[in-house]
């Protein structure tokens, strides 16, 4: 009896084992886990163009100068003490632009890109105001005169930081150098004299720009975007100096200087085609 007890325990414990192995060889997980995320998709270099409008935001003044700034000097007689001699105005006229664009983006966590965009745009804002402005008693008839700018190209290097709204959604904030043509002529007389007053201007000109914008990656190398950019590229001054020989019997002679400030607003929208957009994650 104590022999068949024995046998019985034996006999249970091989079974216990060999249930134990089995549970061990069965698979502990029944389905694969989830594919990761795409790993930074917004890292690398891109190229694109973009297109949009440019709405001036510009002024300008004319005010004398030479002799007419001067007291001591009759410069014209009762034209010194003229008030209308000066004029100011701004400048809204809206046209379009259009260019391209390349950077880099680098993508340094989940939610935040970082990188730098540069571009070069032609630009159509040109505006040419003339103004007819009445002479005060005792003198009689007008002041002529008329101011044209145009800033016939412009381009940016800025940094770019964004946060991920979504994966492929990227707000981001921009700013850095503006630079651009500027260029501005006047010309300026009255009806009843002979003088007569004129002046030119082109240069490069640097300035700064800043704006924000939306970019949206619809595949693995392409996006689309949405921009908008302040751009500011200072204060420029310029003599009109007389061009008739009336203006020769005075030290100094008498002039105008034309200040123009350049301003736009660009809203513009575009496309990048991106190089190093990653495959998607492993396993």
Not at 137 to 152: E, R
Not at 248 to 260: D, E, I, K, L
Request: glycine share 10%.
């Amino acid at each position: 009896m104590r022999r068949s007890a024995l046998a019985l325990a034996a006999l249970l414990a091989i079974v216990g084992t060999g249930a134990a192995s089995a549970a061990d060889m069965a698979p502990r997980y029944t389905k694969a886990p989830p594919p990761l995320a795409l790993e930074t998709p917004w890292t690398g270099w891109y190229v694109g163009l973009n297109a949009g409008a440019a709405i001036n935001d510009s002024s300008y003044s004319l005010t004398p100068s030479g002799c007419f700034t001067n007291p001591a000097v009759l410069c014209g007689g009762p034209l010194t003490n003229n008030p209308i001699r000066s004029y100011s105005a701004g400048q809204h006229n809206v046209d379009g632009t259009a260019g391209g664009q390349f950077g880099y983006n680098y993508q340094f966590s989940p939610t935040w890109v970082a990188g730098f965009e540069t571009d070069i745009n032609w630009n159509g804002t040109r505006q040419t105001d003339t103004v007819v402005q009445p002479l005060v008693a005792p003198l009689a008839g007008s002041f002529l005169h008329s101011v044209s700018t145009s800033l016939d190209w412009f381009g940016t290097v800025r940094g770019r930081v964004g946060f991920l709204a979504a994966p492929n959604l990227l707000l981001y904030g921009t700013g850095g150098l503006a630079y651009g043509q500027v260029k501005s002529s006047t010309a300026a007389s009255f009806t009843t004299t002979a003088d007569v007053y004129a002046g030119t201007f082109s240069d490069t000109r640097v300035g700064w720009t800043a704006g924000a914008g939306g970019e949206w990656m619809a595949s693995r190398n392409w996006s689309f975007k949405a921009e908008y950019l302040y751009v500011d590229l200072g204060k420029t001054n310029y003599t009109n100096a007389c061009t008739t020989a009336v203006c020769g019997a005075f030290v100094p002679a008498p002039s105008y200087n034309t200040s123009v400030s350049t301003r736009e607003h660009i809203v513009r929208v575009g496309f990048n085609y991106h190089f190093n957009s990653p495959v998607v994650a492993k396993y």
